[in-house]
């Protein structure tokens, strides 16, 4: 018997374990590699041909694709009928999903895809009605535009014909196994025109404001305080604008030629749903659920915001290097994955009246046309108007009728369902007065005022619980709720506008446009190759009847309704101007002389100013370069921050780290740098004073735009006795005693987040941008946000500085809000205009061009883009050649 007798068993035990543990190696390895497989090709399918040839149904001639190495693509065709056809059919090959989901938020049919969670949103959506009014604009289109959309969307359903489910993209997989019955519809153009009332909902303006000092109204009176006493504390934290500081944008209104056109104008109702005629432009020219209803919407379109609006300014050739003008703009969205832009180039073969198109620029996906860019002989750029056009009024309610003048009107009610997907079907009753619909029941906040209103009578706040009587004809005893006037509830002319603008030729071209671009207001820059730089303000703008729109009005007294729009003509305009540039950054507009009541909520245009210092400055060391323009946007002084460091300089702190941090403010040049150990301590010490000045209170104060806090805590740091800095509800008595509390808690705060060596800080990390995907990419299951979510990506920049990285005081550091876009567009030489965008031009993960672009944007790098035949010949690297079939 020999040694080894005893352990044969215990080998052969061992290699049977070790032959099991590689088989379930092998055979998890095989299920890996599986799934790899699977998911890959699952991803793969849905990734669109972009070279080569396909016949198409509808086509009738053959049109030209040449995508650069971004994707980007350039669209050649012989009519313009084809051409849209083709846009339609690129975007649903890049964006299809992002285009059906948008159309189910602007309808009010998210439930439809997400189920029982959107009903609520569904229910505030539907009672806006966007799809509604979308209709009747398509009804009132002029045949031509109304060819233009049809044809968008036979090439959008042209692509649908020829793929379906995950073919079309990855997120329908994954949405099949919570909703396996669902399949896209046709697309409709009144799927289009509904995004732009969306784009209205993304750039609102003051409807939080106003909600905001209604809420505070609200409280102060239920705490006891007088309505003087209110309203005095309302008006200075609601300041107003610091004409004496910050520029206007026309500070004086240029004398042009009066417009003629033969497009009538719309018609005005004293209530939402007004008609409107639009004449030939061209012949006359989420699955995550959120605290309330709002904010879900927000996640949906594109919250407002902090950092909501837009830079844009254009310089004469007077002062730039070729002679010619520069043009730059950087819109401020909300951060989306994939970017609400698609970059595309419309280029009719042969450019005549039949097809008179040859333009470039930055679209949206689900629309034809260019909404913001250049053709061969002008160029344009937008910012939110951030003018006042929605009010809310306090309606007394009785029963189905209202009170109207002292007589009971019936109220306008519609039935309507919403369809759950994987769920029963929800009953919806949308109730409407003259004002419009009536939003109390639907979200919190809009539910709060109408419970307690507050409303402006002329300069004086009336507390109506207070009040036995409201007035000789209205009893109290009636119910009050809230309706919302819009100038987005109306049908409009904005979807007859962007063809006008794509084809204008000179600046009488360009201001007919403007005059048909109603909804979103937006200020509207100009430049052209014979050197002219402008500005024209359009948009429906209303006329008051009563009320400033800073509070909800009394809906009761039609001397409150709006009595009309401004005229056109009577709108700012600048031509040439004096000073060689114009820049718009949501600020002031006009000087308080005008004419007009526009508004009292202005951005309060501390980026308008860094911009025309910086304009100013640069003028005057040297002729103006592309590459200024381009330093100018990715400026990052923070105002207030220069302010922070002056003053704590001379406040007394007992420890050592707080000391250390504010030792980093001294030599601080005030830039929100990404790598700026400085900036992240200047940015958290603002956050906890004004936390500590505005929250921490018994009756809190509203926060919201930063650019008004700046304003406001300005002021009073240099004011060392205003009555603010008392704060009884944290024990603190005075300026200093609130600074050095807010400074140690910011120390205590970053060093938490980064660790307590001050200069091992940055604020990058701290504000970084996290891109979700708008739907699937806030699931909350892991593994299918991995799939679609991309970051975090490192950013400087800040709420209220030029380079527009909003945040959210209170809540993160994290980047929400964004310069969706940037571009420099070079007269001189279209060739040479530079551009970027938040991601790529892809909507299909995993895709090449899904982010692409991300890179860049967050460095400020921006690169050219061919325009001309020639150049566009060069860069392309794909050719998608479309021909009739048959």
């Not at 809230?482 to 000179?506: E, V, Y």
């Not at 600048?574 to 507009?589: F, L």
């Not at 200069?759 to 739907?775: E, I, K, M, P, Q």
Request: net charge negative.
């Amino acid at each position: 018997m020999t040694t080894d007798t005893p352990t044969a068993p215990r080998r052969s035990l061992a290699a049977r374990i070790g032959r099991i543990a590689f088989l379930v190696v092998a055979a998890l390895l095989v299920i890996v590699v599986a799934l790899a497989f699977f998911l890959t090709w699952t991803i793969q399918r849905s990734f669109p041909q972009t070279s080569g040839e396909l016949e198409l149904k509808g086509l009738q001639k053959t049109v030209t694709v040449q995508r650069d190495d971004r994707g980007i693509p350039t669209i050649t065709a012989s009519t313009a009928g084809d051409l849209f056809y083709a846009q339609g059919y690129v975007h649903a090959q890049d964006r299809f999903f992002e285009m059906d989901f948008r159309r189910h938020v602007t309808s009010g049919r998210v439930a439809e895809m997400f189920g029982a969670s959107q009903v609520d949103t569904d229910k505030f959506l539907r009672t806006l009605g966007w799809r509604k009014v979308a209709e009747q604009e398509v009804e009132a289109l002029d045949e031509t535009t109304r060819g233009y959309y049809q044809a968008y969307a036979d090439g959008v359903n042209a692509y649908l014909s020829s793929r379906s489910g995950a073919e079309l993209s990855l997120e329908y997989a994954v949405l099949g196994m919570q909703n396996p019955d669902y399949k896209p519809e046709p697309w409709q153009p009144a799927d289009s025109v509904a995004w732009l009332k969306a784009m209205a909902w993304d750039l609102r303006t003051n409807v939080e404001d106003e909600t905001d000092r209604a809420l505070l109204a609200a409280h102060l009176a239920e705490a006891g305080q007088t309505t003087a006493e209110t309203q005095t504390l309302i008006e200075k934290v609601y300041p107003p604008y610091p004409f004496d500081e910050n520029p206007v944008i026309v500070p004086t209104i240029s004398t042009v030629d009066p417009l003629v056109t033969d497009a009538a104008p719309a018609a005005f109702s004293g209530g939402s749903g007004s008609g409107a005629k639009i004449g030939d432009a061209l012949q006359t020219v989420d699955w995550q659920e959120a605290d309330g209803v709002i904010e879900a919407a927000s996640m949906l379109l594109g919250g407002v915001g902090e950092g909501i609006g837009s830079n844009s300014w254009v310089v004469s050739g007077d002062l730039t290097e070729t002679g010619m003008p520069l043009l730059a703009n950087d819109p401020h969205l909300g951060a989306a994955l994939p970017s609400v832009w698609y970059q595309v180039q419309l280029r009719c073969r042969s450019v005549g009246e039949a097809c008179p198109f040859d333009v470039g620029g930055f679209s949206f996906s689900g629309l034809p046309g260019v909404v913001i860019g250049h053709n061969a002989e002008i160029a344009w750029g937008f910012t939110n108007l951030t003018t006042d056009v929605a009010d809310l009024y306090v309606e007394k309610v009785d029963g189905d009728a209202y009170w109207r003048d002292g007589a009971l009107v019936p109220l306008e009610i519609e039935k309507d369902v919403i369809k759950v997907a994987g769920g029963k079907d929800v009953p919806l009753t949308i109730r409407r007065t003259v004002h419009g619909p009536i939003v109390s029941g639907l979200t919190g906040d809009f539910t709060a005022v109408a419970e307690h209103p507050v409303v402006k009578l002329g300069e004086k706040l009336v507390d109506l619980p207070a009040l036995a009587v409201v007035s000789d004809d209205v009893t109290s005893g009636a119910d009050t709720a809230l309706s919302l006037r819009w100038t987005a509830l109306d049908p409009g002319t904005t979807s007859s506008a962007l063809f006008a603008m794509n084809t204008a030729q000179d600046f009488e071209g360009f201001r007919r446009a403007a005059s048909l671009f109603d909804v979103p207001a937006q200020n509207l820059i100009y430049a052209d190759r014979e050197g002219n730089i402008g500005y024209q303000a359009p948009g429906r703008l209303p006329i008051r009847g009563g009320g400033d729109g800073t509070l909800p009005q009394a809906g009761w007294d039609s001397a409150n309704d709006w009595k009309g729009f401004i005229p056109f003509d009577k709108l700012p305009v600048s031509y040439n101007p004096p000073e060689g540039y114009i820049v718009t950054a949501n600020n002031a507009i006009v000087g308080d002389d005008y004419d007009y009541f526009l508004s009292k909520d202005w951005d309060y245009g501390y980026r308008a100013a860094r911009i025309a210092h910086l304009i100013e400055r640069r003028a005057a060391a040297a002729p103006l370069t592309a590459q200024d323009m381009r330093d100018i946007q990715m400026d990052e002084e923070m105002w207030i921050g220069k302010q922070l460091a002056a003053v704590m300089d001379g406040v007394k702190l007992e420890r050592k780290g707080p000391r250390a941090a504010v030792d980093l403010l001294r030599t601080w040049d005030a830039q929100n740098a990404a790598d700026s150990a400085a900036a992240a301590y200047a940015n958290v010490l603002w956050s906890n004073l004004v936390h500590n000045v505005f929250i921490e209170r018994e009756v809190p104060l509203p926060v919201g735009d930063q650019g008004r806090l700046f304003t406001v805590v300005g002021g009073m740091l240099e004011n060392p006795d205003d009555p603010l800095w008392v704060n009884e509800s944290i024990d603190v008595d005075g300026m200093p005693a609130m600074l050095a509390l807010s400074a140690d808690q910011a120390y205590d705060e970053l060093a938490a987040l980064q660790g307590g060596d001050v200069n091992g800080w940055n604020w990058g990390s701290l504000h970084a941008l996290s891109l979700r995907h708008a739907t699937l990419g806030s699931s909350g299951i892991a593994p299918i946000e991995m799939l679609f979510n991309r970051g975090p990506y490192a950013v400087g920049g800040g709420s209220s500085v030029v380079n527009a990285t909003g945040w959210r005081l209170g809540e993160s550091y994290a980047t929400v809000t964004v310069p969706s876009m940037r571009m420099v567009i070079d007269l001189s030489d279209f060739d040479d205009s530079t551009w970027n965008h938040l991601t790529g031009a892809s909507g299909h993960a995993y895709n090449a061009h899904y982010t692409d672009q991300t890179d860049d944007w967050a460095k400020g790098t921006q690169k050219p883009w061919a325009f001309s035949a020639k150049a566009v010949q060069k860069a392309a690297v794909d050719t998608l050649t479309l021909k009739p079939a048959g």
